[in-house]
């Protein structure tokens, strides 16, 4: 069933690669997707690691979820095992060899908007020291992850991150950022060398 009105400024898709091939983009638009290694499938996964039906993300008003179907192997979100997870920006699920990145579109923040910046911190997902939360209330916040450090800088137009030291950049989202500023959003994945950290805006 196709999704009806799921808010006009949500639109939702799945990147699926194994190791570095990029193999589609999948976009969300039916109630629920299943996955698995059947080929009646939604997004069939040819891994005899993957279950039969593997694993289900559904459309909750404006939020998704993905739930495993006690699945043989389970199913990991940013690397850790789930029964289900609300799904949020940048979110990594794992199925077998696969990985499907959960994306949203955002609209472009406005140049000339006077909207003050929320207080905002960094949520460590995995790795020492998991659990930890960062607050952002300085200008300038060092962020590290196996040999790796970057920056949060709060500028007037929000949050940016730049890498600092290290071999590998930074990715947000999988992207990689480069040499480049990357300006952050309510919920984008930092990755630093397999350290994963959750950026997040505090609501008022």
């Known amino acids: 069933m196709t999704m009806q009105h799921h ?3 949500v639109a939702a898709k799945l990147v699926l690669s194994a190791g570095d091939l990029l193999l589609r983009s999948i976009p969300i638009i039916k109630e629920s997707i299943s996955v698995g290694r059947r080929p009646y499938n939604d997004i069939a996964l040819d891994d005899l690691t993957v279950s039969g039906e593997h694993a289900l993300i559904q459309g909750r008003g404006t939020d998704f979820v993905v ?3 006690r699945s043989r192997n389970g199913t990991l979100v940013n690397g850790r095992p789930i ?3 609300l799904l949020v920006h ?3 699920i794992e199925i077998g060899v696969y990985r499907l990145r959960f994306m949203m579109e955002r609209r472009a923040p406005d140049p000339d908007s006077e909207t003050p910046l929320g207080p905002a911190n960094l ?3 995995n790795h020492a020291p998991v659990g930890q939360t960062v607050v952002l209330d300085r200008p300038i916040v060092s962020v590290h992850g196996s040999g790796h ?3 949060v800088s709060r500028r007037k137009n929000g949050y940016f991150i730049t ?3 290290g071999l590998a950049f930074p990715l ?3 992207e990689s950022i480069g040499l480049t500023s990357r300006l952050l959003a309510d919920g984008d994945l930092i990755e630093l060398s397999g350290t994963m950290i959750r950026f997040r805006v505090q609501q008022a």
Request: no cysteine.
């Open 123 to 125: 949520e460590y997902l």
């Open 90 to 92: 940048g979110d990594l």
């Open 163 to 165: 890498h600092l030291e």
């Open 172 to 174: 947000v989202n999988g």
């Open 67 to 69: 739930r495993d179907l």
């Open 7 to 9: 808010e006009k400024t």
């Open 149 to 151: 450090v970057a920056v």
């Open 83 to 85: 029964a289900e997870h």
